[in-house]
């Protein structure tokens, strides 16, 4: 979609200093849930990642979002109560070797984090047919997401840690915050600042997961292909970018 009058970008490149500080937030984002400090975040701040969530892609331009902060305790005891219980539900579901190890992740910072946010998708925004969603319709479930990661990446570059609690009840959260039926609730977030930021994935240093090679992942003309030279190249790129970036 453009037209001839539409302006242009008229600093399109990034300094090799500014694309160094998107790298930055990219790899030093982390999910936050037990370094929060109390500290209040200013309303500057905050005006400045809402805004980079709101500055988000979404499918057809829909916006699906709303951001429902709490910074109420009584409201984040409720959630808090809610995590709890789909917690103990969720350790059922493990295996028993992983059951203890679950058990002892700290899982959320809803009471630590003076800010909690829940960023909804509200699916009929703007008419039934959306461009874009015609023939796959989570895409406005996905577009709020975008705006979750726009924000998650703002906020470390403010020196602010998000954390991501999913273990919930959502109706519970709808209820606990008053969300309209047919609004989704998409991400239940905790904002604020940190005592210190993980060097890794704490899923990781806790011995969960490891982080996965790129090069397993990347697949060449369709799932089954095999590299040719040109991915060749670039497998051997990659295995020179990842140890930088370790
Ligand atoms: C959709 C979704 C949902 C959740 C998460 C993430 C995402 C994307 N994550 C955070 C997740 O565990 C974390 O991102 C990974 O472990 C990788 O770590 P870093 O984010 O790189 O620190 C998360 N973390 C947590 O402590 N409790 C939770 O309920 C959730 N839920």
Same mark, same amino acid.
Request: proline share 6%.
């Given at each position: 979609?453009?037209?001839?009058?539409?302006?242009?970008q008229?600093?399109?490149? /990034?300094?090799?200093?500014?694309?160094?500080? +998107?790298?930055?937030?990219?790899?030093?984002?982390?999910?936050?849930?037990?370094?929060?400090l109390?500290?209040?975040?200013?309303?500057?701040?905050?005006?400045?990642?809402?805004?980079?969530?709101? !500055?988000?892609?979404?499918?057809?331009?829909?916006?699906p979002?709303?951001?429902?902060? +709490?910074?109420?305790?009584?409201?984040?005891?409720?959630?808090?109560?809610?995590?709890?219980?789909?917690?103990?539900?969720?350790?059922?579901? /493990?295996?028993?070797?992983?059951?203890?190890?679950?058990?002892?992740?700290?899982?959320?910072?809803?009471?630590?984090?003076?800010?909690?946010?829940?960023?909804?998708?509200?699916?009929?925004?703007?008419?039934?047919? +959306?461009?874009g969603?015609?023939?796959?319709?989570?895409?406005?479930?996905?577009?709020?997401?975008?705006?979750?990661?726009?924000?998650?990446?703002?906020?470390?570059?403010?020196g602010?840690?998000?954390g991501?609690?999913?273990?919930? !009840?959502q109706?519970?959260?709808r209820?606990?915050?008053?969300?309209?039926?047919?609004?989704?609730?998409?991400?239940?977030?905790?904002?604020?600042?940190?005592?210190?930021?993980?060097?890794?994935?704490?899923?990781?240093?806790?011995?969960?997961?490891?982080?996965?090679?790129?090069?397993?992942?990347?697949?060449?003309?369709?799932?089954?292909?095999?590299?040719d030279?040109?991915?060749?190249?670039? +497998?051997?790129?990659?295995?020179?970018?990842?140890?930088?970036?370790?």
């Amino acid at each position: 979609m453009s037209s001839p009058s539409q302006a242009v970008q008229t600093d399109p490149q /990034f300094s090799a200093e500014e694309r160094a500080a +998107v790298y930055r937030a990219i790899h030093t984002r982390r999910d936050v849930r037990g370094q929060f400090l109390p500290d209040p975040i200013p309303d500057e701040v905050l005006a400045r990642v809402l805004t980079a969530a709101h !500055h988000a892609p979404s499918v057809g331009f829909m916006q699906p979002w709303d951001f429902v902060l +709490v910074r109420s305790r009584e409201v984040r005891q409720k959630i808090q109560a809610d995590f709890r219980a789909a917690h103990a539900e969720a350790e059922l579901m /493990f295996e028993e070797g992983k059951r203890d190890t679950y058990r002892k992740l700290k899982l959320e910072g809803i009471l630590e984090a003076p800010v909690n946010l829940c960023i909804t998708c509200d699916r009929s925004r703007n008419g039934p047919v +959306v461009i874009g969603r015609t023939h796959i319709g989570a895409m406005d479930v996905y577009s709020a997401v975008c705006a979750v990661q726009n924000l998650w990446l703002a906020a470390r570059a403010e020196g602010l840690g998000v954390g991501w609690v999913s273990i919930l !009840h959502q109706q519970t959260l709808r209820e606990a915050l008053g969300i309209p039926q047919d609004i989704v609730p998409i991400a239940y977030l905790c904002i604020g600042y940190v005592s210190h930021f993980y060097d890794k994935p704490e899923l990781e240093s806790a011995g969960w997961l490891k982080r996965m090679p790129l090069t397993e992942l990347l697949h060449f003309d369709g799932w089954q292909g095999r590299a040719d030279e040109a991915g060749e190249r670039l +497998v051997d790129e990659i295995g020179r970018v990842w140890p930088i970036l370790k």
